[in-house]
């Protein structure tokens, strides 16, 4: 994780003083760190006379990080994000993480848009061994969500996570499907999924969705070298991370630590 940046940040502060912050404000462009959060940081550093230490609090001072609380019955999560960030492994690595503290957990297999979008799932559901609650290929997916959660009613189940579609960008047919499941689920957490490697971009993504996501989980940052949707998406958004994906195995989700985060910077 953050190979490029750690290297770079490095480099930049060996540089002469007067140099630091101009060389920063390129590296963290690069990095893909979007640029209000770039000015930001580099506000921060200007003003300090340690500029290390000044980056470092500056960096834990702009990321957000909040944990997964089961609170009521059933909770009810809803899981979103564009096309193949990974919002279908993040559903099967949550379940896992609740299934072992104890929890019981069914899944709402409301990405009805891709035909085998429901097989995956549903092979998740199997080795994790909890119940997925599906209909047909083109089903209304809130009418999907609607019948997890009734099941998880009937059947005491403490928490229900619900899939959803992507497509390849945000769109306005995405939007009011996404709106219609979370009017009818009432999501105790709604969950945006972005993949890291895409930068400012999940940035962008995250913006677009507003309203209709509580937080975060940035997904494939054991493949990201550079960090910059990592850094600023909490920033950009006033949202926080609850996860970050740290490749395809269900134990490889982890509390988001902007602690760990400015370690691995070498900060
Ligand atoms: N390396 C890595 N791959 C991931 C991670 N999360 C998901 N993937 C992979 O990304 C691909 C798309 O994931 P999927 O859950 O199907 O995405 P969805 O279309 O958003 O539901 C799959 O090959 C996953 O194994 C992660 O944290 N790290
Ligand atoms: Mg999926």
């Given at each position: 994780m953050f190979k490029f940046l750690k290297k770079k940040i490095k480099e930049v502060l060996k540089l002469p003083r007067k140099d630091v912050t101009p060389e920063l404000e390129i590296v963290l462009l690069e990095a893909g760190v979007s640029l209000e959060v770039v000015d930001q940081l580099i506000e921060r550093v200007k003003k300090s006379d340690n500029q290390k230490t000044a980056l470092r609090q500056a960096l834990l001072d702009s990321m957000h990080s909040e944990r997964l609380k089961v609170k009521g019955k059933p909770f009810v999560i809803m899981i979103s994000g564009i096309n193949g960030t990974g919002k279908t492994t993040t559903l099967a690595k949550i379940a896992y993480l609740l299934l072992k503290k104890g929890k019981s957990v069914v899944a709402a297999g409301?990405?009805?848009?891709?035909?085998?979008a429901i097989e995956q799932l549903e092979e998740h559901c199997n080795r994790l061994k909890i119940k997925l609650i599906k209909q047909e290929y083109g089903a209304d997916p809130a009418s999907v969500a609607y019948d997890a959660i009734h099941h998880a009613k009937s059947k005491d189940i403490d928490v229900v996570i619900v899939d959803t579609s992507g497509r390849l960008h945000v769109d306005s047919g995405l939007m009011n499907e996404l709106e219609k499941i979370k009017r009818v689920s009432s999501p105790d957490l709604s969950l945006l999924v972005v993949d890291a490697t895409t930068g400012n971009d999940a940035v962008e993504q995250a913006k677009a969705f507003g309203p209709l996501v509580d937080g975060f989980v940035v997904s494939k940052s054991d493949v990201d070298e550079r960090g910059g949707a990592i850094i600023s998406i909490s920033a950009a958004t006033g949202k926080p991370v609850?996860?970050?994906?740290?490749?395809?195995?269900?134990?490889d989700l982890k509390p988001f630590s902007p602690e760990k985060i400015v370690k691995s910077l070498g900060l």
């Open positions: 409301s990405d009805t848009f891709r035909a085998a609850y996860f970050l994906g740290t490749g395809q195995e269900y134990t």
